[in-house]
């Protein structure tokens, strides 16, 4: 739980007009938190609704941040930096350096200056392809390697920062993986899958036409198949062969849930092989 202890204190939210910048703030809010800094670019009118309601103090433009901080750094109490170019799509190397790399280093040194903690917004993309596993490891963050230049702008600050000497008396990144809800509407293509499914079931019913989905049939029948066998395996550790019953009826639930898989199987291959794929 945040508890602050200056009297006059301010907390600063990055990305403030953003999906979780907002949700963020309204959080806040309702923790009686409401000397909020909103910082951002607010030229997109869109983005700005998601403002709406909430209680901020001062809103103040990205490019002009660093250099209140320098000012102001004394009556902020948190900085929480979602703010970043998030396209993954995006090849602007030294764009990303910039708002992403450089930009979250300014901050950083000015927290070390001001006793500020810091909670910084990393990714998932810095990963790659899991080669290395997604453990909240330290040691492997150097070895990761992202697939693409927004995932290695997360990256270079990550070792960046684990090779300073000085850092804020408290800091932790945050790698998010996939995250969806309210006021992600302004991200177009970058907005979650849950919310482009949701979009679609208001525009369409074709991805409720599921029993011409293959893929269905198919989680159907591994879900039903571990459904069964997982406690018929559980309990073999405390039934030994010798047990009759216990055979037999391992046997036929192992039978059971064979047929089940098989048949959906065979039943979604017949039903989509009618129509056109849908996968």
Same mark, same amino acid.
């Given at each position: 739980k945040l508890i602050c202890s200056k009297s006059k204190f301010m907390i600063v939210v990055t990305g /403030?007009?953003?999906?979780?910048?907002?949700?963020?703030?309204?959080?806040?809010?309702?923790?009686n938190f409401n000397d909020i800094i909103a910082v951002d670019n607010f030229d997109r009118a869109d983005k700005n609704k998601n403002l709406i309601g909430l209680k901020i103090k001062e809103k103040i433009d990205? @490019?002009?941040?660093? $250099?209140?901080?320098?000012?102001?750094g004394s009556a902020v109490e948190f900085i929480f930096h979602i703010g970043a170019k998030t396209d993954t799509t995006l090849f602007d190397?030294?764009?990303?350096?910039?708002m992403n790399t450089q930009y979250t280093k300014d901050i950083w040194k000015l927290c070390i200056e001001n006793q500020i903690p810091l909670v910084y917004e990393s990714s998932a993309a810095t990963y790659g392809l899991g080669e290395f596993g997604y453990e909240d490891n330290e040691a492997e963050i150097p070895n990761l390697k992202p697939l693409n230049p927004y995932g290695q702008s997360k990256q270079d600050f990550?070792?960046?920062?684990?090779? $300073?000497?000085?850092?804020?008396?408290?800091?932790?990144?945050? *790698?998010?993986?996939?995250?969806?809800g309210p006021n992600e509407y302004h991200k177009g293509r970058m907005a979650s899958v849950v919310w482009h /499914?949701? !979009? $679609?079931?208001?525009?369409? @019913? /074709?991805?409720?036409?599921? *029993?011409?989905?293959?893929?269905?049939?198919?989680s159907v029948g591994i879900l039903v198949f571990n459904f069964c066998i997982t406690p018929i395996d559980i309990f073999s550790e405390y039934f030994e062969s010798k047990n009759h019953f216990y055979v037999r009826f391992k046997a036929?639930?192992?039978?059971?849930? !064979?047929?089940?898989?098989?048949?959906?199987?065979i039943i979604g291959f017949v039903i989509c092989s009618r129509k056109k794929k849908s996968y």
């Open positions: /403030a007009v953003g999906f979780i910048g907002s949700q963020l703030i309204e959080k806040l809010n309702n923790e990205r @490019d002009v941040f660093i $250099q209140w901080l320098s000012k102001n190397v030294e764009l990303l350096t910039r990550d070792v960046w920062a684990l090779e $300073q000497k000085e850092r804020p008396f408290f800091w932790v990144g945050l *790698k998010f993986f996939n995250v969806y /499914a949701y !979009n $679609q079931i208001l525009k369409t @019913d /074709a991805i409720l036409n599921l *029993k011409r989905f293959l893929p269905l049939y198919i036929n639930i192992y039978l059971f849930a !064979n047929i089940f898989l098989y048949s959906t199987y």
